[in-house]
């Protein structure tokens, strides 16, 4: 007989506690996951959101409610999947709080009466404060159809602070349950702010609020072309800390200590590291210490282990595909930029972009969706500093161009799951970060592209993280 440990002992009492709370909403129904396939009967999605409710004395308890609230609403309505266009949620707040109530007071969900006001999903979030600086939710996902319970999880005690993260995860959650695809609400973005002369790092939520923006670097320098590692844990970019363009990698996590390391320091620029997809240790480069600028393969320790362009022309903004196995980047060996693409060992030289009077730089892969062709991203001007966002398939076919000339929009980058490009434009005077569709349509439930960042100074290329681990 296994001996039953203190540890074991606690994570049997939390299970029954958890197990005790949520029986009266789950009504007799085991939990299981929405099958994929399903969803296709289901057009569009429609989901509920009641207030969330706080049990117990919740230190400001008003701002945490309608926090948690407004950000599981936001979240869901910028979820996008390979089968619908976006999450509908039912509308009349007053039928949806009196059946919430009602739920809550029975301790059983009225699935005929959710049906009726036209839920097909219904999310409820119950918030507590364990300790007074700690917070702590429940959240629970009722399908109204099946009348199952999808989802019945109750989280960590985390600060106060790291509210809206918590209510991202939540939304990934729901979203997991609910569509084919994984929710993108706790995913970030790297840019870089330029203010007077200096440039530094800084992320972001995905949503751009201004409480998660958080700056990297801290050089009081020049530091560009931000990249993320597979995994979401290091950004690696160029910075002119030490007075050349050095090459560095920087923990995102890491809270103590030195959190950067050089990645190269070779003479010349080492520009614009960017992660290999598909293969965490290794990267790809622009270095200039043999002369012009070249694209070469990398190791994360610095180590070169393939050089992979060797032309008269300048060679940068090298990017690797989704799966490793090209590479595409921007070249001026025609007289002007253009995107080309090889093979990971450097064959197979291909130009891809050929717009009449057009000069085309930073391209950015498509993640993979199911049913799309390869394409990317890029941006394209006429030789002056105003330029826009365009797409293009990977056998340089059916480009589209994606937003209105006048102001300069550029940089552009995709969210993992293929449904948005984010970039910068000065629409608005200064360059900010911005947010649209991958066609070029403004995000659901808005009427023109989702300004996402509001600070001083410039706001440049952006570059969105993979699905956080």
Same mark, same amino acid.
């Given at each position: ?10 994570? @049997? ?8 709370f949520a029986i009266g909403f789950m009504a007799g129904a ?6 994929? +396939?399903?969803?296709?009967?289901? #057009?569009?999605?429609? @989901? ?95 399908? @109204? ?27 990934? +959650?729901?979203?997991? %349950? ?95 590291? %960017? ?23 990398? #190791?994360? #320790? ?12 300048? +060679? ?10 090209? @590479? ?131 706001c440049i290329s952006p570059v969105w993280s993979p699905f956080m681990q």
């Amino acid at each position: 007989m296994s001996v039953l440990t203190a540890n074991n002992y606690l994570r @049997i009492i939390r299970f029954v506690v958890i197990t005790v709370f949520a029986i009266g909403f789950m009504a007799g129904a085991q939990a299981q996951p929405l099958e994929g +396939d399903l969803l296709g009967e289901i #057009n569009p999605i429609r @989901i509920a959101v009641p207030k969330a409710k706080a049990e117990g004395t919740v230190p400001d308890e008003g701002n945490v409610t309608e926090t948690i609230h407004s950000v599981l609403q936001n979240d869901l309505r910028l979820s996008r999947n390979i089968q619908k266009p976006n999450y509908i949620l039912v509308p009349s707040i007053v039928q949806i709080e009196s059946l919430d109530v009602a739920d809550r007071q029975s301790g059983r969900i009225n699935y005929g009466g959710w049906s009726e006001i036209g839920a097909q999903y219904v999310v409820k979030v119950t918030v507590r404060a364990p300790e007074p600086e700690l917070l702590q939710l429940d959240v629970f996902l009722f399908d @109204i159809l099946s009348q199952k319970s999808l989802l019945s999880q109750r989280s960590g005690r985390f600060p106060k602070e790291h509210l809206r993260r918590y209510v991202h995860n939540a939304s990934d +959650d729901v979203v997991q %349950r609910t569509t084919p695809s994984r929710g993108i609400a706790s995913t970030q973005i790297a840019f870089v702010n330029q203010t007077g002369n200096g440039k530094e790092i800084c992320i972001m939520d995905y949503d751009g609020h201004e409480d998660s923006v958080r700056q990297l670097t801290d050089f009081n320098s020049i530091s560009v072309l931000p990249a993320w590692s597979p995994d979401a844990d290091f950004i690696a970019y160029s910075s002119y800390r030490d007075g050349w363009c050095d090459a560095y990698i920087h923990s995102v996590r890491r809270s103590r200590g030195k959190a950067y390391r050089p990645l190269l320091q070779l003479p010349g620029n080492n520009l614009g590291p %960017r992660w290999n997809p598909a293969d965490a240790d290794e990267m790809v480069i622009s270095l200039s210490h043999k002369g012009n600028a070249e694209i070469f393969l990398i #190791n994360t #320790n610095g180590e070169i282990l393939r050089r992979l362009t060797n032309d008269n022309a300048i +060679d940068t903004a090298p990017v690797m595909s989704p799966n490793g196995t090209e @590479i595409a980047w921007t070249s001026d060996r025609t007289g002007y930029p253009q995107v080309y693409i090889m093979d990971r060992d450097g064959a197979n030289v291909r130009r891809l972009t050929n717009i009449r009077g057009l000069r085309c730089d930073s391209p950015a892969w498509a993640p993979p969706r199911s049913g799309a062709q390869d394409r990317l991203a890029f941006y394209a001007h006429q030789g002056g500093s105003i330029g826009d966002i365009y797409t293009i398939l990977a056998d340089g076919s059916d480009y589209q161009k994606l937003t209105e000339t006048g102001p300069d929009n550029a940089s552009p980058t995709w969210s993992p799951d293929g449904m948005y490009i984010a970039y910068s434009s000065t629409v608005r005077g200064a360059a900010q970060i911005y947010l649209m569709q991958y066609n070029g349509d403004p995000p659901p439930g808005h009427d023109r592209h989702l300004r996402l960042t509001r600070m001083q100074g410039d706001c440049i290329s952006p570059v969105w993280s993979p699905f956080m681990q």
